[in-house]
């Protein structure tokens, strides 16, 4: 099973970027979970999403402690606590962080997976024409991460 976990703000497109992974996965011909958790439903607060990928029945609900992905479509949510971002780490394969530059990221938060990272935002504002798809590129991003399904969600060149 693939274990995806999304964190951004509210407005960043986290909730549809899940269900956008997801959506890819079913129509490749996986068993696909998305669902998305935040609490004051508001523009700029901390949200995550969720998404498992799977080639039979899957039967885990909830959060996801333990992920695969972490996607985080706002470095600053590392700074904070509450949005528990880095939580599980250690049996990720990948965090992949939505900046302009990865220099000096591992160090400065204690990453421990390798880091990939990608101005998503200025890569949607020039495939899309606006930076609001912002779901768009972090679904595509999350799809190249697990290798697979890539020919339904090519938005990564």
């Given at each position: 099973?693939?274990?995806?976990?999304?964190?951004?703000?509210?407005?960043?497109?986290?909730?549809?970027?899940?269900?956008?992974?997801?959506?890819?996965?079913?129509?490749?011909?996986?068993?696909?979970?998305?669902s998305p958790v935040y609490g004051a439903e508001r523009r700029g607060a901390a949200v995550a999403a969720f998404t498992r990928i799977s080639d039979a029945p899957i039967l885990e609900r909830g959060l996801i402690e333990s992920p695969d992905f972490?996607?985080?479509?706002?470095?600053?949510?590392l700074n904070d606590r509450g949005a528990a971002v880095l939580a599980g780490q250690d049996l990720a394969t990948a965090?992949?962080?939505?900046?302009?530059?990865?220099e000096g990221l591992r160090e400065r938060y204690g990453i421990r997976p390798p880091v990939v990272t990608c101005d998503v935002t200025a890569l949607t504002l020039e495939k899309l024409g606006k930076a609001s798809a912002l779901s768009a590129g972090l679904g595509a991003a999350a799809a190249?991460?697990?290798?697979?399904?890539r020919e339904l969600v090519g938005l990564l060149a």
């Open positions: 099973m693939i274990r995806i976990r999304f964190h951004g703000r509210g407005g960043h497109g986290v909730k549809t970027a899940g269900r956008i992974v997801g959506t890819a996965a079913f129509l490749a011909g996986h068993q696909v979970q998305d972490i996607v985080v479509a706002d470095e600053t949510l965090v992949f962080i939505n900046a302009t530059t990865g190249r991460l697990t290798g697979d399904f």
